[in-house]
T-cell receptor
């Protein structure tokens, strides 16, 4: 069965600090990888996704993620966070073949202090 | 274009009752998935529908069911509600199962008392 681990439960940063949120997955086959963000009171929004090709994926709002196959990781990064990045971030994985539902990590709450 | 619309936004039900939640996907999207979000278990997959057929089902008891109509709108039903069913129920739509561009709705918050 697939599983996703997000090791950081709550991260607190000051504005302009760099961000890296960890995500590791467990699955025996080929996967698609996603990062979603949920701003306070809003719905889940897709930040970026990886299907194949260049393992460094750029998403919206200056976010990027790197797929490291040997480490089963898909960490999210942003060089300089803003107060508006305060939100909950979810890593998700789906199989590339067969059932394609998303398996989510438990989420990381990011608080950015102005 | 309009996003994924879920109704109602909030519901309060009593244990033992049943509830029906509705999801209208983005126009042109034919695949609809449902997820349950709770503080303890996080986001868990319930089921996926495409062309009025259930393609995939998560690990939930038979009290949880769903269906999809010919206009791609979907409903999920929970019978014999339990306190543990209190959660945010999210619907996501995509063009088809091969399209991973899921768009999520704002959810229906169900509280069982």
């Amino acid at each position: 069965a697939q599983s996703v681990s997000q090791h950081n439960h709550h991260v607190i940063l000051s504005e302009a600090a760099s961000l890296e949120l960890g995500c590791n997955y467990s699955y025996g086959g080929t996967v698609n990888l996603f990062w979603y963000v949920q701003y306070p009171g809003q719905h889940l929004q897709l930040l970026l996704k990886y299907f194949s090709g260049d393992p460094l994926v750029k998403g919206i709002k200056g976010f990027e993620a790197e797929f490291i196959k040997s480490k089963f990781s898909f960490n999210l990064r942003k060089p300089s966070v803003q107060w508006s990045d305060t939100a909950e971030y979810f890593c998700a994985v789906s199989a590339q073949t067969g059932a394609n539902n998303l398996f989510f990590g438990t989420g990381t709450r990011l608080t950015v202090i102005p | 274009k309009a996003g994924v619309t879920q109704t109602p936004r909030y519901l309060i039900k009593t244990r033992g009752q049943q509830v029906t939640l509705s999801c209208s996907p983005i126009s042109g999207h034919r695949s609809v998935s449902w997820y349950q979000q709770t503080p303890g278990q996080g986001l868990q997959f319930l089921f996926e529908y495409f062309s009025e057929t259930q393609r995939n089902k998560g690990n939930f008891p038979g009290r949880f069911s769903g269906r999809q109509f010919s206009n791609s709108r979907s409903e999920m039903n929970v019978s014999t509600l339990e306190l543990g069913d209190s959660a945010l129920y999210l619907c996501a739509s995509s063009l088809d199962p091969a399209d991973y561009g899921y768009t999520f709705g704002s959810g229906t918050r169900l509280t069982v008392v």
